[in-house]
């Protein structure tokens, strides 16, 4: 399934950015975790400011109504901007690095010349992807966790936190299967990536625009945030369709990328 | 047996024909060099070999196998340096050691050390610290560490000074001695004349020639210097011979053919000094780098 040398050499290649990354979600959710707690009453007044009230509405998936409970606040560390950005950027990048970042470099023509086949090195590059998605969510809990144990909060319970987590681990798949279904399509990182956050900042203007302006909502389906929306977690719903539902672009979007890579003119730039 | 077959192979880009049914078919332990100006066509016909183009039509085989939907296996078979060599810079003989050996399966830390040490590569040094050089030696050292049967090598010698050019010569003629097939690609045909013994030459994604370079020797033109007898009226040159400078008793001409030719024609001539050059391939190469082949 996977090559162990093209995946040690994948590992090498990605682990200083894979770590960052890792070590930023860390001290996000540690901080958040931390600080969040502490401005309960503040946000539960500013949520009588009606743009206030949406944004958050926005950002949660679900309308908060006057106040906020402490879970909700806790919870709004997993679907701050900076959070979703954090993991988005580092799923993007690796995703477009090969093949797009690979051909763009010059570097694909030795990944070729080795005796492994396309579909194999695409597999491999997936794998690794998908060990940096689990230790980034690993990191994310930690600092969660060390953050709310560190400043005496309650944080999220465990039957809160594991859904959530396991919710955003879905979008990362979903974002991963669309940046290599890009990547095969493009020779260039550069072109692969823009493309890949235009698709996501379209997903988070189209969040905020239905809160905004009520004819958006029926686009509201095509925002992958439509799929990610902790606050129901917090009301008791396991969001089993989300998740099957971002699961679902992310696998559909990958398989296609590997046919797209099986049957690519690998091209010298 | 046969290492590399092409029958009619073609590539278009678009609406740009890059190969036109290029046929060629090298047997086991060939030393071919494979020439022709940017452009032509060289790095096409490479990257159709090596699988990572698929042809417009036509055929491509490694050791019978199709280049385009063969098995990846195969390519334990082959070591390629590609023409423009960029590496992982985290990359050194020790760190593409380590890979390959986990890739191909077997130990070759051993033969990258040995391969280090014939080109005087320090193994610790990374790409990011390396010369162009340095690099282009770790790039033939990864094409032949695994003992390929056969080679295929894009502008092998760039950046790499005389005495390296030297070794990588040996060691070459060394591999195909043993039985490698070597398809070494430049636009530089005196590193192909030292090296190969046969020579493909490509313009325009035409092969326009495919032949042993004895053969091409021969039809290569040579410069001729006779100073001719005081008592001798230099005679008009016959058709193997066209006369390029007259200074008197001596005169220069390029010749065509081989010298019996020649020795036939002199010898009821009266003639005081001769000179011949070796076959001017440079010359021959660039009539055939011209719209029109000879």
Known sequence: MIDRGLFYKCYRETRTMGLLFCGGLFAFEFFLSAVLPMFNDQVSSMLEMPFIRVMFSAMLGMDLGDSIAAEAMAAFAWVHPAILILIWTQVAIYSVRLPAGEIGRGTFDLILAMPVSRQRIYATHTMLGLAWGILLMVCGVLGSKLGALAFDETGLRNSILFPVVLNLFALYLAVGGISMLVSCIFNRKGSALGLVFGVLIATLILNFLVQLWGPAGDLNFLSLLEYYRPMTIISGAWPVTDMLVLTTIGAVCWLIGGQVLKNKDIPVL | MTTI??????????SHHALKGIDLSLPKGSLFG?????????????????????????????????CWRGDARLRKRVGYLPGDLKLPTFYSVAEAAGVATRVYGRPLEKAFHELAEYFELDPEVPVARMSRGMRQKLGIIM????DPELLVLDEPTTALDPLVQGRLTDLLRRRAANGATVFFSSHVLGEVSDLCRRVGIIRAGTLVADEPLDQLRKRARRRLTIVWAEDET?????????LEQNDGRGRHYTMEGDAPALLAWLRDKKVDDLSLSEPDLDDLFRSYYREEAP
């Open chain 2, 5 to 14: 077959q092409m029958k009619q192979l073609h590539k278009k880009y678009g």
């Open chain 2, 34 to 66: 494979f020439i022709g100006p940017n452009g032509a066509g060289k790095t096409t016909t490479i990257r159709l070999l090596l699988g990572m183009l698929r042809p417009t039509s036509g055929q491509v085989r490694i050791f019978g196998e199709n």
């Open chain 2, 143 to 146: 094409a032949l560490a695994h």
């Open chain 2, 234 to 242: 230099p005679p008009a040159p016959p058709d193997f011979l066209t």
